[in-house]
C-alpha cells in the first residue's frame, strides 16, 4: 500500500490537463476527481505573427515556459527554427514538447521553474544578447527583468492565456465532491477554484510553486505544503510527506 493510496484528491487544471495527472494517481491507488478550474485560449493575430517572426530573424535564444506555450508556437511559427537560436526551456514537459515541436533543447532549468531558468540564462547571455520569450499573457516578469538586468535585450511575446473559472451561480461544495486533498497548479487555478468551490469542510490544499501558493494565501486559503519541484510528481511527494 502507498502513502497516497486511497486518497482522494481534486485537481483543478485545465480539462484536457486534468486526464493525464488523473490517470498517473490513480495508477497509484489514490481516486481523483477532476473539476476544470482554468481554461487556455491561444493569442493569434496577423500582428503577433509578424512581431514573432521579425523577433526570431535575429534572436539568439528562445524561450518557453511551458508545453502550451510551445503548442502555441507551434501555431503561429509555422517555418524552421534558425540553426543559431538556441532554446531555453523551464521543466521536463516544456522539453519534451520542444524537442518535438522546434526539434532541440540547449538549457533546461534543473529546478523547473522561471526563477532558476533566468539565473541560468543571465550566467549565459552578454549584453546585447537578443532573447525572444514566448509565454502566456499573464506570466510575471521574472525571466525579462532577470535577463534585462544581465544585459541581455528581451522581446516579450504573449502566445496564449490562461483564463480562470468564473464565478459559480451555485458552487460546488467540498463535502459533496468528496477530496481530502486539493492540487492547486497556478495562480488562476487558485481563483477558479474559490470561484467554483465553497469549502464546507477542510481539505489539505497543495500547491505547486511559491507563485500559487502566493496566491493561496491571498486567497484565505490554508496550504499544507508547496512542491518542492513544480510537477505532479513533486506534489505527490508533498502528498506523501504530509500524509
Same mark, same amino acid.
Not at 528562445?62 to 501555431?75: C, D, I, K, Q, W
Given at each position: 500500500m502507498t502513502e497516497l493510496e486511497g486518497q482522494t484528491v481534486l485537481l483543478t487544471r485545465a480539462e484536457e490537463d486534468n486526464e493525464a495527472w488523473a490517470e498517473r494517481l490513480a495508477a497509484v491507488g489514490a481516486r481523483p476527481i477532476a473539476l476544470p478550474c482554468i481554461r487556455t485560449e491561444a493569442i493569434d493575430s496577423p500582428e503577433l505573427r509578424a512581431a514573432l517572426a521579425e523577433a526570431l530573424a535575429d534572436a539568439d535564444w528562445?524561450?518557453?515556459?511551458?508545453?502550451?506555450?510551445?503548442?502555441?508556437?507551434?501555431?503561429l511559427h509555422e517555418s524552421a527554427l534558425l540553426p543559431d537560436i538556441r532554446?531555453?526551456?523551464?521543466?521536463?514537459?516544456?522539453a519534451a514538447a520542444a524537442n518535438d515541436t522546434v526539434g532541440r533543447v540547449d538549457l533546461t532549468s534543473e529546478a523547473g521553474t522561471a526563477?532558476?531558468? $533566468?539565473?541560468?540564462?543571465?550566467?549565459?547571455?552578454?549584453?546585447?544578447?537578443?532573447?525572444?520569450?514566448?509565454?502566456a499573457e499573464n506570466a510575471g516578469p521574472t525571466l525579462p527583468e532577470a535577463l534585462q538586468a544581465a544585459g541581455a535585450t528581451c522581446t516579450r511575446l504573449n502566445l496564449y492565456r490562461?483564463?480562470?473559472?468564473?464565478?459559480?451561480?451555485?458552487?460546488?461544495?467540498?463535502? $459533496?465532491?468528496?477530496?481530502?486533498?486539493?492540487l492547486l497548479a497556478s495562480p488562476s487555478a487558485?481563483?477558479?477554484?474559490?470561484?467554483?468551490?465553497?469549502?464546507?469542510?477542510?481539505?489539505?490544499?497543495?500547491?505547486?510553486?511559491?507563485?500559487?501558493?502566493?496566491?493561496?494565501?491571498?486567497?484565505?486559503?490554508?496550504?499544507?505544503?508547496?512542491?518542492?519541484?513544480?510537477s505532479l510528481e513533486g506534489l505527490m511527494?508533498?502528498?506523501?510527506c504530509a500524509h
Open positions: 528562445l524561450v518557453f515556459t511551458s508545453r502550451r506555450g510551445v503548442e502555441a508556437f507551434a501555431t532554446v531555453a526551456v523551464v521543466g521536463a514537459a516544456t526563477a532558476s531558468l $533566468a539565473r541560468s540564462l543571465a550566467e549565459r547571455v552578454a549584453p546585447g544578447t537578443r532573447v525572444v520569450i514566448a509565454v490562461t483564463v480562470a473559472a468564473p464565478p459559480a451561480a451555485k458552487k460546488y461544495t467540498l463535502s $459533496a465532491l468528496g477530496a481530502d486533498n486539493v487558485v481563483t477558479g477554484f474559490i470561484n467554483q468551490v465553497d469549502m464546507d469542510i477542510s481539505a489539505e490544499i497543495f500547491t505547486i510553486g511559491p507563485s500559487t501558493t502566493a496566491a493561496a494565501h491571498a486567497a484565505g486559503l490554508t496550504v499544507e505544503a508547496q512542491a518542492e519541484y513544480p511527494e508533498a502528498m506523501r
